[in-house]
């Protein structure tokens, strides 16, 4: 019998469908890995499972009687456990604390803490954890904290355990020793979906590979001895009917040089590349693999512990934003709320930001003068507000266009955008994928950084691949396949 | 397409109209709630509308208002300072202290009266951007410490007597209006407003407090800025400790207590925001009016000071509502 059986899930979030009509059976003991590119709807699909969102229509079965978790706390009461890829422990309470948080054991009016530190340690000695419960979790590594998750889940009756990108984090010898444990507790009867991007994984631990594609199912294979080409066929597909604009070829003349770059917080070693004038440069990997701390890098927002960028053959000043401003690199940041608009302050403010030592004259920065600097760009760029108007009422894509004009106007050198067009609809889309055309074709080098692999290859010139903080390679656009990227990528 | 940019500086006229208006953007609905308590005690008192009266307000005023400009600045980069008080209690007492017990010349010690004020603020600063306080930590510690060294000057003990020339800048009002304290004031406010509205780096402020991050990413030197603030913010204590010793004719280390509160209730009820990011010297003057004219109006009818507390509070709960509540709508 199944333990989760899923009938046509189908969710959509405003005008865009994420899932259509999902059918998924998960058996005892079984482990089913789900795989898929970033927003294949995977996340979707988990949270539907947990109780943190419903589906829009489709049924859903738990052990034969119908499931239809009203909350988190109901998909756990029927026995289900979602251990996330980032821990959700309290990190100054107790190991056994957090095992039974919310429902602390009590005895004649206090905390039963024998008992609760009891079970708490037989749960972990049977995961192959050797630390006291009675330690704060602060301080454990990930793989421990992660086993704390799971002795959490086990301990309120958890059969079916979802781990999403449960090795992100993990070393290889905790790996192996994550997957003894789930071995064992599938041979107990205890169900997995398992969530990830390493595709050799899969083969040492699913039984089952189900692979999703812009919320559709596209594969089912019963057997985990799929060749990773085919998974990755399946992952990536074909390409779907996007428009991105003609490219002209670049320059010959190299822009910005980078050398043997290394993040002083270890996101990333030893990258070198150059980009030319007029040049796409892709930035592609998984998420985690230090895309956008090598960028954040370049554009001056984090230390660096060594290397070198120079620009137009002069050494850049590294670890300052206002000095790689200064020197015509300028970037748009992954995090659109948190760091590349002021979401109260106007669109006029907004774009004057970055923006003072050309509008200002000998310090004074007049309104008016604001006001007509504003007016142009937000005509020049398309965005859909007025100058008074504050960020916080513009869509995604009109933000995100605040933050791509207020550099436009200072006519960099390197421009550099992460996540372009995360959560934009497709209109907006297309028109920022004529600004990245228009730079180029201006003249100026730009990086694009994207989880979506069709944009990389639809924009770039040149691929670059991260994998774990590593440059896997830099391919030119021909020879850049879906394929070839996700191999390099996942490796 | 291309998207070379065309730096026009093509003025829109109607933003040359709107300047004028503009003069008080944002402080609109306090200024309402003033003219409206005005009204009242207008209505209520027959002394409340005499010139005399109204130069009393501004004369009472002076003190706070100083301080109140100060945190505008730190409270619209989002932070917070809570040691106001207690730096102008030890920059009064080392306008007190030093020419009485070591013959410090006038003019210097009350150079060095604002001086330590600017230096306490440094401090307070370098312990957010360096030290990584949170601003209410860093300022509640320099509250204490500054405190505590304005009573070691002097053992606790006041100081009276200051040179007829210092006292005449409080008392003496030039064309029967304008004490010269009163004018420092006024100047401080439209120097302050003038910075904040029309000079770049003012600008920069209200991008640090909406947010520091993309301040940071945009270029803005923002640990310098943060430091320059609160540096702002402990010189305007020490003028405010020297406009009250010319007032009082005397220093007290008790001098200045809880004053940073009121400063930062002016500042609040003038609609800045505590989260930082909005906020503006028209507003804070307006706030700090307020809280003039209801101490002032209140004892006009006879309220005791133990109820205007009270009054004092609900009017802050009910300016800063009204705010949060236009600001939604």
């Given at each position: 019998m199944a333990r989760l059986s899923l009938r046509g899930i189908t969710k959509s979030y405003g005008a865009v469908t994420v899932l259509h009509g999902i059918d998924l059976d998960v058996r005892d003991g079984e482990l089913v890995a789900l795989l898929g590119e970033n927003g294949a709807g995977k996340s979707t699909l988990s949270s539907i499972v947990s109780g943190l969102t419903p589906p829009d229509s489709g049924t859903m079965s738990w052990e034969g009687a119908p499931y239809a978790p009203a909350s988190p706390g109901d998909a756990i009461r029927h026995g289900l456990g979602l251990i996330h890829q980032e821990m959700r422990l309290l990190p100054d309470l107790s190991i056994a604390e957090n095992v039974f948080v919310g429902r602390l054991p009590m005895r004649n009016g206090a905390i039963d803490r024998a008992f609760m530190n009891r079970r708490a340690g037989e749960h972990l000695r049977a995961l192959g954890l050797d630390v006291s419960p009675s330690r704060p979790v602060r301080g454990l590594s990930v793989a421990a904290q992660q086993q704390v998750e799971i002795a959490k889940a086990l301990t309120l009756g958890a059969r079916l355990l979802i781990l999403d990108e449960p090795t992100a984090a993990l070393g290889l010898a905790e790996t192996q020793q994550l997957f003894a444990q789930i071995r064992r507790l599938k041979a107990e009867g205890v169900s997995f979906i398992y969530v990830s991007h390493r595709l050799e994984e899969i083969a040492q631990i699913a039984d089952?590979?189900?692979?999703?594609?812009?919320?559709?199912?596209?594969?089912?294979?019963?057997?985990?001895?799929?060749?990773?080409?085919?998974?990755?066929?399946?992952?990536?597909?074909?390409?779907?009917?996007?428009?991105?604009?003609?490219?002209?070829?670049?320059?010959?003349?190299?822009?910005?040089?980078?050398?043997?770059?290394?993040?002083?917080?270890?996101?990333?070693?030893?990258?070198?590349?150059?980009?030319?004038?007029?040049?796409?440069?892709?930035?592609?990997?998984?998420?985690?693999?230090?895309?956008?701390?090598?960028?954040?890098?370049?554009?001056?927002?984090?230390?660096?512990?060594?290397?070198?960028?120079?620009?137009?053959?002069?050494?850049?000043?590294?670890?300052?934003?206002?000095?790689?401003?200064?020197?015509?690199?300028?970037?748009?940041?992954?995090?659109?709320?948190g760091q590349g608009v002021v979401l109260d302050h106007s669109i006029a403010d907004n774009l004057a930001l970055g923006n003072a030592d050309r509008l200002s004259r000998r310090g004074w920065l007049l309104p008016e003068t604001v006001t007509a600097f504003a007016s142009g760009l937000v005509q020049r760029l398309g965005v859909k507000g007025r100058p008074e108007q504050s960020a916080r009422s513009l869509s995604g894509g009109n933000q995100q266009k605040v933050v791509i004009a207020r550099w436009v106007a200072r006519n960099p050198r390197v421009f550099i955008l992460d996540e372009p067009t995360r959560g934009i609809d497709m209109g907006a889309r297309a028109a920022i994928y004529d600004v990245i055309a228009a730079l180029a074709a201006d003249g100026m080098a730009v990086i694009v950084v994207s989880s979506d692999l069709e944009e990389v290859l639809g924009l770039a010139h040149t691929v670059m691949v991260l994998a774990r903080g590593r440059q896997m390679g830099v391919l030119p656009r021909d020879a850049a396949s879906n394929v070839r990227v996700m191999e390099l990528a996942t490796a | 397409m291309s998207l070379q940019p065309a730096l026009s500086a093509k003025a829109i006229p109607a933003a040359r109209r709107r300047s004028l208006a503009s003069l008080l953007s944002g402080a609109q609905g306090p200024l309402i709630g003033l003219v409206l308590l005005c009204v009242v005690f207008a209505l209520t008192t027959n002394v409340f509308l005499t010139l005399r009266n109204a130069l009393n307000v501004v004369d009472q005023v002076t003190t706070l208002g100083i301080l109140a400009l100060g945190m505008t600045g730190v409270i619209i980069i989002g932070g917070i300072d809570l040691s106001v008080g207690s730096?102008?209690?030890?920059?009064?007492?080392?306008?007190?202290?030093?020419?009485?017990?070591?013959?410090?010349?006038?003019?210097?010690?009350?150079?060095?009266?604002?001086?330590?004020?600017?230096?306490?603020?440094?401090?307070?600063?370098?312990?957010?951007?360096?030290?990584?306080l949170p601003a209410f930590i860093a300022t509640l510690t320099m509250m204490s410490v500054a405190r505590g060294l304005a009573n070691i000057t002097t053992d606790g003990q006041q100081v009276v007597g200051y040179p007829d020339w210092f006292t005449a800048l409080a008392t003496e009002r030039h064309?029967?209006?304008?004490?010269?304290?009163?004018?420092?004031?006024?100047?401080?406010?439209?120097?302050?407003?003038?910075?904040?509205?029309?000079?770049?780096?003012?600008?920069?402020?209200?991008?640090?407090?909406?947010?520091?991050?993309?301040?940071?990413l945009a270029g803005i030197p923002v640990r310098k800025l943060t430091v320059a603030v609160y540096a702002a913010s402990g010189l305007l204590a020490g003028v405010a400790a020297a406009v009250m010793a010319a007032r009082l004719d005397s220093s007290q280390p008790s001098a200045g207590l809880g004053y940073e509160l009121d400063a930062i209730a002016a500042v609040v009820i003038g609609g800045a925001s505590l989260s930082g990011g909005i906020g503006s010297i028209a507003g804070t003057v307006v706030g700090v009016f307020i809280i003039g004219v209801l101490h002032n109006g209140l004892n006009l009818v006879g309220i005791s000071p133990f109820i205007q507390q009270v009054v004092i509070g609900v009017v802050i709960a009910v300016a800063v509502t009204f705010d949060t509540l236009r600001r939604k709508a």
């Open positions: 089952r590979v189900v692979v999703l594609r812009d919320g559709h199912l596209v594969a089912t294979h019963d057997t985990a001895q799929v060749p990773v080409s085919t998974l990755l066929r399946d992952m990536v597909g074909r390409a779907i009917d996007r428009i991105f604009p003609e490219m002209r070829p670049p320059s010959d003349r190299a822009v910005i040089r980078i050398e043997g770059l290394t993040s002083a917080a270890g996101a990333f070693r030893d990258i070198g590349f150059s980009v030319r004038a007029g040049e796409v440069f892709g930035i592609a990997g998984i998420v985690g693999a230090g895309r956008t701390e090598l960028v954040r890098a370049i554009a001056g927002a984090d230390p660096v512990a060594s290397g070198t960028i120079t620009l137009d053959g002069d050494a850049l000043r590294l670890g300052r934003p206002d000095e790689a401003i200064r020197r015509g690199i300028v970037l748009v940041p992954e995090d659109r709320k | 730096i102008l209690a030890l920059s009064i007492m080392v306008l007190g202290w030093l020419p009485q017990q070591y013959g410090v010349p006038f003019p210097l010690a009350l150079l060095l009266c604002i001086l330590t004020g600017g230096l306490c603020g440094i401090v307070n600063g370098l312990l957010v951007t360096r030290a990584r064309l029967g209006i304008l004490s010269a304290t009163v004018g420092l004031f006024v100047a401080l406010s439209l120097g302050a407003w003038v910075f904040l509205r029309y000079r770049a780096t003012g600008r920069s402020l209200y991008a640090i407090g909406g947010s520091a991050e993309v301040a940071r």
